[in-house]
Every structure is written in structure tokens, then in C-alpha cells.
């Protein structure tokens, strides 16, 4: 019988080619995101070759999450690959001029939100005595930058909280991994910078970023790996990207 995959944030980026990564390999798909027509327009898109369930939602409306999910059809309800990748970047402002309305979004959407549909799927695997959950973090909870404020923060509780499941999750077959990625050239700076496409752009210029899709393949790696063995966490840079000095101020 094929799997199935449930995919937050499937209308763009990392969620979009990893529901096109799985379709393609028949696994049955539940993608969710905010945007319907792009749902719509990937259900098109995949039908041929796999069955999708579509689930327009926002995953900080804590409600709609737990009905939905808890409610899926008989076809959908055996979850084999949660992937929480709904996720923002809004602003990279020092702290002091930033936007509370902007941590307010970060926090709920990446924090919040991963909680909800981490909770609301869990227990069908519990149940099931399998599941993987695959959390997408990024370098930016490890590695702090100026800017990176809140973002980095709820990067760094994806990654805590992603450790903590596996301790709460001890003794079942139930695996959890963080994949952290470094930049990647989606349609996250178009967010961040508030649908400033030119600023967007210069983020990726001249550099080789990371594909949506080299997400997607470690995510297929993840799903095709021996159920008994759990990789923690992943952090994956472009080739082009690494640390750079630690700051000092001077005095002048
Ligand atoms: P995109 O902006 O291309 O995709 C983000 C996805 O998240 C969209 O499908 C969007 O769908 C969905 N989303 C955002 N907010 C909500 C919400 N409230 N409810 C439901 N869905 C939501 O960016 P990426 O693909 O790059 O981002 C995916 C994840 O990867 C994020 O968690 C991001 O933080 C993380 N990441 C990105 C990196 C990068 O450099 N690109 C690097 C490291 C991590 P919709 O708007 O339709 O709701
Ligand atoms: C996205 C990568 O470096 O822009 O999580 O924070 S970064």
C-alpha cells in the first residue's frame, strides 16, 4: 500500500518540491497551506500520478489544525511522513526598530504552529507504533546573525523541541529529525522582505544558494532510511556558504 505524506507549507519552496519529490514516487500526499489556488494548481498538477488530499489552512489557527487533522479521511489518516516546514522570516531589523506584529507572526507561525500539527498527528503514530516527523529549522537557530532576532529564536526551539520529542518518544518507532538548512533560494526573502522582490533578489546574487529541491531529496533520504535509524538533526549549507568572524566593536 503506498505512504503518505502530510506537508505543511506545501504551496511554495522546500513544501512544493517535496510533494513533488513524493508524488512522483506514488506516495499519497496531504498538503497544507494558506494560499488555495496554488493548492488547487498543485492538485492539477500531481493528480496523475498520485492521490491529494487538500487542506487550505493557517497553521496558527490552533482550532482548524486539530479538526482538520484529527478528522482526515480514511484514505489520509495514516500519516507516515509528517513534515512541518510552514515557516517565515519577517524583517531583519536590529531588535529595537523591529515590529512586534512581525515576532508575533514568527512565533506563532513556527513555533505555535509546528506544535499544533506536531500534536494533532502524533497520536496516530503513537497508535500506529510508526511515524517520522521531520521539523525544518534552519542554521539560524544554531548560529546567531544580526537581524536574525526572533527568526533564529523560533529556529532555535524547532531544534529543542525536536529533541525533546525524541525523549518523550523513546521506546516507539517513531523518529524525529531537524534539517537545518542554510540559504535557500525560495520564496522566503520575498516574505522576509515583505514582498520587496529587488531586495529579495540581492540576497541570492552571485552566489549559489541551496534548491528547493536539495531539500526535498534529503527529505526522500529521511522517509527511505531503515525505520531503525534516526538521524537528530542536519545542518546543510551551499558550498558557497560558511561562518564568518566573530563581531567586536571598537572604540573609536
Ligand atoms: P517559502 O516562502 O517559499 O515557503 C513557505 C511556505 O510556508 C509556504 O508554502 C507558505 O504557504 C507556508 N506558510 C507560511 N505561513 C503559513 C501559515 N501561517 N500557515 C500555513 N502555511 C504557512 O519559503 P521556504 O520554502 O524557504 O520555507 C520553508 C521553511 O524553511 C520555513 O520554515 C523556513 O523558515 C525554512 N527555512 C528556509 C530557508 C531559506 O533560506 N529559504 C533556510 C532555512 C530554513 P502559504 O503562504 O500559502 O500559507
Ligand atoms: C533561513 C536561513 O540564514 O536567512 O532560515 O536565516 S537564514
Known amino acids: 500500500m503506498s505512504r503518505t505524506i502530510l506537508i505543511t507549507g506545501a504551496t511554495s519552496g522546500f513544501g512544493k518540491a517535496c510533494a513533488i519529490r513524493f508524488a512522483g514516487n506514488g506516495w499519497r500526499l496531504i498538503l497544507v497551506g494558506r494560499r488555495k ?42 500519516v507516515d511522513v509528517l513534515v512541518n516546514n510552514a515557516g517565515l522570516a519577517r524583517g531583519l531589523l536590529p531588535a529595537p526598530e523591529c515590529d512586534l506584529d512581525d ?27 510508526s511515524g517520522l516527523i521531520v521539523n525544518i529549522g534552519s542554521v539560524a537557530g544554531n548560529w546567531p546573525y544580526p537581524g536574525g532576532n526572533v527568526y533564529g529564536a ?8 525536536s529533541r525533546n520529542l525524541r525523549a518523550d518518544l523513546l521506546g516507539k518507532n517513531i523518529r524525529v529529525t531537524n534539517i537545518e538548512p542554510g540559504i535557500a533560494k525560495t520564496e522566503f526573502s520575498v516574505v522576509r522582505f515583505k514582498g520587496d522582490w529587488a531586495q529579495a533578489d540581492k540576497v541570492y546574487k552571485n552566489t549559489e544558494p541551496l534548491r528547493a529541491e536539495d531539500i526535498a531529496g534529503i527529505i526522500w533520504w529521511l522517509a527511505n532510511l531503515p525505520e531503525h535509524v534516526n538521524i537528530n538533526q542536519l545542518e546543510v549549507m551551499p558550498t558557497m556558504q560558511a561562518w564568518g568572524p566573530l563581531a567586536i566593536a571598537r572604540k573609536s
Open 37 to 78: 489556488e496554488r493548492l488547487d494548481q498543485l492538485d492539477t498538477d500531481l493528480a496523475s500520478q498520485t492521490a491529494v488530499l487538500k487542506i487550505p489552512l493557517d497553521v496558527r489557527n490552533r482550532t482548524e489544525v486539530l479538526e482538520k487533522f484529527q478528522s482526515l479521511p480514511p484514505d489520509f489518516n495514516e
Open 103 to 129: 515576532w508575533d507572526n514568527m512565533i506563532d507561525t513556527n513555533v505555535k504552529g509546528l506544535t499544533y500539527c506536531t500534536r494533532a498527528i502524533l497520536p496516530g503514530m503513537v497508535s500506529r507504533n
Open 154 to 161: 523560533t529556529k532555535a526551539f524547532v531544534q529543542q523541541f
